[in-house]
């Protein structure tokens, strides 16, 4: 069955530590792969996508994820989380719809 | 250009009874997506619309249903409520439906069931 598996339910950092959330996926066709966060109060919000191309893609507040074929993983990275980080955090796949992950909770300590 | 909007945003309803939501595309989006978001459950797909046709459906029971209009706009409807519909409902529009596209969210709906 097509799934995402976030590895991370919830996730406690300080400022200015790195970020690392994991999340791999299971499906067998051409991959379409997504984050998405929900910040406090607020709608989902795209942070990046990985259609094809160039594995490692950029997203918006400095946030990168890389797509490893090999591994079906698209982990999400950011080297110095703030505070307003705090949010959380969900991996999708396109199948024909979205799958999406349970989620990640990020809280960042100031 | 206007994101994802929906009506209403709050909802507060009694077993048994039937409600309504709507949502609207960013102008020029074609296909709508309707989720489910749940504590518990997590987002789940319900249905996804375009050009006023169902094209893809989740597992859902039949009491959800929705549809599309002519200017992209789409409702869903839930019939003969149950205390475990209580959950945020949004929804999403791309371009297009398929591959390579990206939904953009709405702010949803919340709906208590009591």
């Known amino acids: 069955a097509q799934s995402v598996s976030q590895h991370n339910h919830h996730v406690i950092l300080s400022e200015a530590a790195s970020l690392e959330l994991g999340c791999n996926y299971s499906y067998g066709g051409t991959v379409n792969l997504f984050w998405y966060v929900q910040y406090p109060g607020q709608h989902l919000q795209l942070l990046l996508k990985?259609?094809?191309?160039?594995?490692l893609v950029k997203g918006i507040k400095g946030f990168e994820a890389e797509f490893i074929k090999s591994k079906f993983s698209f982990n999400l990275r950011k080297p110095s989380v703030q505070w307003s980080d705090t949010a959380e955090y969900f991996c999708?796949?396109?199948?024909?719809?979205?799958?999406f992950g349970q989620g990640t909770t990020l809280q960042v300590k100031p | 250009k206007a994101g994802v909007t929906q009506t209403p945003r709050y909802l507060i309803k009694t077993r048994g009874q039937q409600v309504t939501l709507s949502c609207s595309p960013i102008?020029?989006?074609?296909?709508v997506s309707w989720y489910q978001q749940t504590p518990g459950q997590g987002l789940q797909f319900l249905f996804e619309y375009f050009s006023e046709t169902q094209r893809n459906k989740g597992n859902f029971p039949g009491r959800f249903s929705g549809r599309q209009f002519s200017n992209s706009r789409s409702e869903m409807n839930v019939s003969t409520l149950e205390l475990g519909d209580s959950a945020l409902y949004l929804c999403a529009s791309s371009w297009t439906q398929g591959a390579g596209e990206t939904q953009y969210f709405g702010p949803g709906t919340r709906l208590l069931v009591l």
């Open positions: 102008s020029g989006h074609r296909s």
């Open positions: 990985y259609f094809s191309g160039d594995p």
């Open positions: 999708a796949v396109y199948t024909g719809k979205l799958i």
